[in-house]
């Protein structure tokens, strides 16, 4: 994708998308429970200046019926109560025009769009056209699937329909291998949709990447040193009885001790002698890894003529059953990860099938059955 062929027309309004030398922080629990729950933890987090918004959900999207859902109309009412009482401006995601028009009436301050929102450009069109005329910044979470096309479309929708107070929410992403993490942060969309989008404010949202408090920490660092403008992270008063993602919640007093331990300045490397010694042993074994690819493409490209000339079908699933099972063994073996050889394979199964197609279907010739 181009980004000379991008347009978006920004204005910001507001404070926290204006950007700052230190970085925003949007935090609250990850449903609105009670009107107890929403008040006991944004009185808390009120005491940490460094906290400008709350958040919380007000409805759930969930896989599978019958789970929590969230409260709806009557969390936005604790939320208006919240923002009456502490001052701190409010958050909440929304997925369909009832929830735009319903979190405006209850003056809710900022509105982001969900990860399963933003991959359907549908649902991302009724929520731009509900915002037509409407001053109100709007967040935009990147969606589930590792297509940075799909985010950037739901910007443009949004912008065209007037939105110019806009900002993106980096949560992660569903990959063959999340771990340790709930979803994959791929850093590198990062850079690249900074290069997509320039000047649009960054939030990096750690609590649906690590999905786990122990991780939170390290996440955030991560982020904060890639220069994103702000984190999204959940915080609930008592998180071990939370209706919703009860492990990735810190209580108010755990997020200030981590951001307080938090890096604001520029990566610290104690040896960085050391450090570009490491890097130059990987840059070695990458290009062997590249030149190995290459010859295992060649060897491949040669199996797809030989089927061609004996009339074979190019997937064989007992030969490709015989070599996963065999490579997941020596991963085994060697303590490799046996999910991340897993997926590497596959990638490699499906480029080497791919390579076979193409032999075919540029050099078609008599086929003579095998005896």
Not at 189 to 206: A, K, Y
Request: proline fraction near 6%; glycine fraction near 6%; charge should be negative.
């Amino acid at each position: 994708m181009n980004a000379a062929s991008i347009n978006i027309d920004l204005t910001p309004t507001t404070a926290i998308l204006n950007g700052g030398p230190l970085p925003t922080v949007i935090a609250g629990p990850c449903s609105a429970e009670s009107e107890e729950q929403m008040l006991q933890t944004a009185r808390e987090l009120k005491k940490d200046k460094r906290i400008s918004v709350f958040r919380a959900g007000i409805w759930k999207p969930r896989t599978r019926p019958g789970l929590f859902e969230g409260v709806g109309k009557p969390g936005l009412e604790w939320l208006q109560t919240v923002k009456q009482e502490t001052g701190l401006l409010t958050a909440c995601e929304v997925a369909n025009t009832r929830h735009v028009e319903e979190a405006l009436a209850y003056g809710v301050d900022i509105l982001w769009l969900g990860a399963r929102t933003t991959v359907n450009p549908f649902s991302v069109q009724e929520i731009a056209d509900a915002l037509v005329g409407v001053k109100v910044p709007v967040l935009v979470k990147n969606p589930v699937n590792p297509d940075i096309q799909l985010w950037v479309g739901a910007m443009e929708r949004l912008n065209q329909a007037g939105i110019t107070d806009l900002g993106l929410i980096h949560r992660g992403f569903s990959t063959p291998n999340n771990k340790p993490y709930r979803n994959h942060p791929k850093w590198e969309t990062i850079q690249e949709i900074r290069r997509l989008l320039p000047g649009v404010p960054l939030f990096t949202d750690p609590s649906h990447i690590a999905g786990r408090r122990d991780l939170l920490q390290t996440v955030s660092q991560q982020a904060l040193h890639l220069g994103v403008d702000g984190l999204m992270i959940e915080s609930h008063i008592n998180p071990d009885v939370a209706l919703s993602d009860a492990s990735q919640q810190l209580t108010p007093q755990d997020l200030d001790t981590m951001l307080t331990a938090l890096d604001l300045d520029a990566e610290h490397v104690a040896n960085p002698e050391q450090l570009q010694t490491l890097r130059n042993l990987i840059d070695r074994l990458d290009n062997e890894l590249i030149n190995v690819l290459f010859l295992r493409s060649d060897v491949s490209r040669r199996i797809g003529e030989y089927k061609r000339s004996h009339a074979l079908d190019i997937y064989q699933a007992g030969r490709w059953s015989q070599v996963l099972e065999n490579r997941l063994q020596l991963a085994q073996q060697t303590g490799l990860d046996e999910e991340f050889v897993k997926a590497i394979f596959e990638a490699i199964h499906g480029h080497s099938l791919g390579l076979q197609n193409e032999v075919i279907a540029s050099a078609p010739a008599s086929r003579t059955p095998v005896q």
